[in-house]
C-alpha cells in the first residue's frame, strides 16, 4: 500500500457547499478511519483547505475513493493535489512496509 497525502483547497465560492456537506463528508471520514483508509485529516487553522493521509494500492484506486467524497462531489473541494508521501518517524510509519 502507498500513502498519500491529500490537500484539498477551499474557495470562497464554495463555502455553502463546504456546510451543507460537512457533516456527511465526516461520517464518510470515520468510516475510512475505521477501514485504515484514512490515517489522519483535518482542516488548516486558516479554514483554506484540509489535509488528507490516504492508504491506497495506487494513485488510480486513491480517486476512486475520494470519489465517493459528499465534500468533493458536493461542490466543496475547490482544488485538490495528491503527493505520494513516504513517513519514516513516528505513528505513521507503521503503515510502510
Known amino acids: 500500500m502507498t500513502i498519500f497525502a491529500v490537500e ?49 494500492a495506487d494513485e488510480a484506486a486513491l480517486h476512486e475513493v475520494l470519489k465517493q467524497d459528499p465534500m468533493s462531489v458536493g461542490g466543496g473541494v475547490t482544488g485538490l493535489k495528491i503527493s505520494e508521501w513516504k513517513p519514516v518517524i513516528g505513528q505513521l510509519s507503521k503503515y510502510m512496509s
Not at 465526516?26 to 475510512?32: C, M, P
Not at 483535518?42 to 490516504?54: E, M, Q, S, V, W
Open 8 to 56: 484539498y483547497v477551499y474557495g470562497a465560492e464554495a463555502e455553502a457547499a463546504r456546510t451543507e456537506h460537512r457533516p456527511k463528508h465526516r461520517e464518510w471520514l470515520a468510516a475510512q478511519a475505521e477501514a485504515e483508509v484514512v490515517l489522519a485529516s483535518g482542516p488548516y487553522g486558516d479554514g483554506a483547505g484540509a489535509l488528507l493521509i490516504f492508504r491506497a
